[in-house]
């Protein structure tokens, strides 16, 4: 058993690292049982239909199935959707995109099942598509949703600040940028997955691949016409989500089919072409930059238009364009803005939280713009940057003031002394034939929490078990990311307890209680200040049953210790199974719900941006560098190097931040250089991991994370979140060094090699 210690700067293994190495730990798609049925969706295929029929004669007849189910079978309301309820379980009226599900199918074993799905045939009207963003805007566009009152827009914003058009007039440089995103799969290893049952109490059993149990109960009982109290979700070991299981994947489905099959497991598993067809996306985006700064290169004046193409349903469209509005003049001092925001609805694949969550099309675009800005000036790109970057106690662009830790300046200042800024001309220098090398730069920052407007809350329970030990009750869900270890972490600082001694409870609806979604960069700090406190309270507990069993006078001379309570004069010590045994059952446990706090500022006076989560408070930093050669034969384009210089408040475990920030600058480097979703009108063109090129560990650089000391007050332990901001960077830098190797800058990425040996050669390289 590995030995803990309370020290926060230990460097454990985790938790739940034996059994994920081992194969010993269990999945979504591990479950199975007796008399299993297996349930499958028959897919629309088309982009944008009427629906006129279902024909289901020739695989009702199959042996091996016991049922196949429309929309007719659905009690509820058949929608789902977080906050818009836009998306059918099963289509009743028409079909939007090609994942959209037109009929549930039960069989006895799969084989019965891949087959009914090949007879089912589907009766379609076709109506004509809208595949293009700004297309979907025109006044004629084909309507999405007929009865969206904005036709098809999901939602748009705008923040005005400052006197933008007299500011653009005293500008001494201007400049223009437009960038184009494209998809971005989350391809975790874990496709989506689940298991269901009827039990013979009536209440219905999920296990399912999710971040979200709570909120998917509600929407499940809803959609279905069911009582929310009779649903219990459990949540095992996450094999990868990145914001794609933020909201219903298979639940409904899998709900369904149980209540046709009651007493009967039931199971669904998409295979990875299903899951690249029906899952979500990074949102596309098409963004429009103008940018003026004065003679010294400080920005006066800030105009964008950005355009996100949310597919067929909410999704949380609205909110993902939300945050990249907010973040859309970065971490700067901004007097004037003009920013204008659109989540438009398409009949393309559906787009959806992905990490980053909207900021990663918007930081490509302005600190490519920053970087032609500082061209234009002849400052270097670090200069412009350091000239810009806000303080703690200055407004950030749309206005909201930093009264939370702001670290940026500290960031920049430890990158310009890293080695691979103040070597980077020799090392450009020494390129070898036929290659070309540059060194770019990009600043991040991300919010954290949801906004003013939903409640950031979680509740923490922790209790004293018969042997003494300390079980920690999560209902926020661990994607694979480590917060769980770091809630042991942490209640062993504030127990004085080893890991030995420490256990937890995934999240299970019946068990644990509401945690928030794990997104958002918060499920460290939110879970975290409620599992502080609630631990507090539990050790006060303990320490005044010892008091009481020692009979000391004064509670200051009781001490909880590793396993016993130690009476400090005496050396007397009792063990924590007897303080178990003699506190009452409620005084073993604790429970503490915290609340986030949010901005006071309103940038807009909107209530859809605020309900959409317009503004943050607390934010955190960081600067990125990127190191490339390029092959000017091939046009291939390699990271060889890259630095990530971060505050995200104290970190508790250094070795679990290190793996986030390393994680999300690969995630990164192939949204820049690799990772291209193909779709073509209504088809989608990229089926497999086969297509769709993911960096492996042979084409990732050397990652360098250094963390800047800082301190949030709010956060657990002065934590603040670390999930999302490492893939803010990449792309901006890697398009910074491209262009500063080969003075080529792309309109749109990944810079494959195609795309940019065509550029060079229209330079004539």
């Given at each position: ?26 999945y ?44 007719k079978?659905?009690?509820?309301t058949?929608?789902q959707?977080?906050?818009r ?42 109506l004509?598509g ?7 805007l025109?006044?004629d ?70 971040q ?58 998409w295979?990875r072409?299903?899951?690249f ?17 004065d ?6 004046a ?23 509005l ?5 971490p ?7 920013l ?12 959806g ?11 490509a ?22 000239r810009?970057?806000v303080?703690?106690?200055d ?32 090392w ?20 954290q ?38 809630y ?18 995934r ?9 928030g ?24 507990k303990?320490r ?13 001379e ?13 050396g ?6 007897r ?5 009452a ?10 609340q ?68 999300g600058i ?11 979703f ?18 492996t560990?042979?084409?990732l ?6 963390p ?12 603040k ?12 830098a ?30 004539g390289?």
């Amino acid at each position: 058993m590995t030995t803990f210690s309370p020290d926060l700067a230990n460097f454990s293994v985790r938790f739940d690292a034996p059994g994920k190495v081992t194969g010993a730990e269990k999945y979504a798609a591990d479950y199975y049982g007796p008399d299993l049925v297996w349930a499958g969706v028959k897919r629309a295929g088309a982009a944008h239909a009427r629906l006129k029929g279902i024909d289901c004669r020739e695989a009702e007849k199959l042996p091996g199935i016991l049922g196949i189910l429309s929309h007719k079978d659905i009690r509820g309301t058949n929608r789902q959707g977080i906050i818009r309820r836009d998306q059918p379980v099963l289509v009743d009226d028409k079909v939007r995109y090609p994942g959209d599900a037109i009929a549930l199918v039960l069989a006895e074993n799969r084989e019965a099942l891949g087959r009914a799905l090949g007879l089912i045939r589907v009766h379609l009207e076709p109506l004509p598509g809208v595949f293009d963003l700004e297309a979907a805007l025109a006044e004629d566009a084909p309507l999405i949703h007929e009865h969206h009152p904005e036709g098809n827009v999901l939602l748009k914003g705008h923040l005005l600040r400052g006197e933008v058009r007299e500011a653009f007039q005293h500008c001494a440089v201007l400049v223009e940028f437009v960038f184009q995103t494209p998809y971005q799969e989350h391809a975790y290893l874990e496709t989506e997955a689940g298991w269901a049952r009827m039990e013979p109490d009536g209440s219905l059993t999920l296990v399912a691949s999710t971040q979200t149990p709570f909120r998917d109960c509600f929407e499940v009982a809803e959609a279905l016409g069911l009582d929310r109290e009779t649903i219990r979700l459990k949540v095992p070991a996450c094999g990868g989500a990145f914001g794609g299981k933020d909201g219903i994947t298979v639940q409904s489905l899998l709900a369904l089919a149980a209540l046709y099959c009651p007493g009967r497991p039931v199971k669904m598993w998409w295979d990875r072409e299903e899951s690249f067809t029906v899952s979500c996306k990074r949102h596309p985006a098409r963004l429009y930059y103008r940018l003026g700064a004065d003679s010294e290169g400080r920005f006066q004046a800030l105009e964008a238009r950005l355009h996100y193409d949310t597919g067929p349903y909410d999704h949380l469209g609205g909110a993902v364009m939300t945050l990249g509005l907010e973040h859309a003049g970065g971490p700067y001092r901004l007097p004037n803005i003009d920013l204008k925001a659109w989540a438009v609805y398409t009949n393309n694949p559906l787009s959806g939280p992905f990490r980053g969550f909207g900021v990663p099309q918007v930081n490509a675009a302005l600190e490519q713009t920053i970087d032609l800005l500082a061209r234009k000036l002849n400052l270097s790109p670090l200069e412009i940057r350091k000239r810009n970057a806000v303080v703690a106690g200055d407004q950030n662009a749309i206005g909201v003031h930093l009264t939370a830790s702001t670290h940026l300046q500290e960031c920049l200042a430890v990158l310009e002394t890293h080695p691979l800024w103040t070597g980077k001309e020799a090392w450009k220098a020494s390129a070898g034939p036929f290659k070309r090398r540059g060194v770019g730069l990009a600043c991040v920052m991300h919010g954290q929490g949801y906004g003013p407007v939903v409640p950031d809350v979680a509740t923490a329970k922790i209790e004293l078990t018969g042997p003494g030990c300390f079980r920690i009750y999560s209902g926020v869900v661990d994607m694979g990311q480590g917060n769980s270890h770091t809630y042991l972490q942490i209640a062993g600082e504030i127990l004085n307890q080893p890991q030995s001694r420490l256990e937890i409870v995934r999240p299970d609806t019946r068990e644990t209680l509401p945690g928030g979604s794990a997104s958002a960069s918060r499920t460290t700090y939110t879970f975290g200040r409620a599992l502080i406190e609630a631990a507090q309270e539990l050790k006060q507990k303990i320490r005044e049953k010892g008091a009481e069993l020692f009979g000391a006078w004064d509670l200051e001379e009781v001490i909880l210790m590793p396993s016993v309570v130690s009476h400090v004069p005496t050396g007397w010590k009792i063990p924590l199974s007897r303080i178990a045994g003699e506190l009452a059952p409620e005084d073993c446990l604790a429970i503490h719900s915290f609340q986030a706090p949010i901005a006071l500022d309103r940038p807009s006076p909107d209530p859809a941006l605020q309900l959409h989560g317009l503004p943050h408070l607390i934010f955190s930093y960081g600067v990125h560098l990127a190191a490339v050669e390029v092959d000017e034969l091939t046009g291939l384009v390699e990271v060889k190097k890259y630095l990530a210089v971060s505050d995200c408040g104290r970190i508790i475990n250094p070795r679990i931040f290190e793996q986030q920030i390393q994680g999300g600058i690969a995630q990164g480097l192939g949204y820049a250089l690799t990772e291209e979703f193909r779709v073509e009108q209504e088809k989608v063109l990229t089926r497999d991991l086969a297509a769709y090129i993911l960096p492996t560990a042979l084409d990732l650089p050397d990652m360098e994370s250094v963390p800047v000391a800082s301190f949030e007050p709010s956060g657990p332990l002065g934590l603040k979140g670390g999930g999302e901001i490492a893939v803010d960077g990449p792309l901006p830098a890697v398009a910074n060094a491209l262009a500063e190797a080969c003075g080529i800058r792309l309109s749109q990425n990944p810079f494959t090699p195609e795309r940019v040996l065509r550029a060079l050669r229209e330079q004539g390289v």
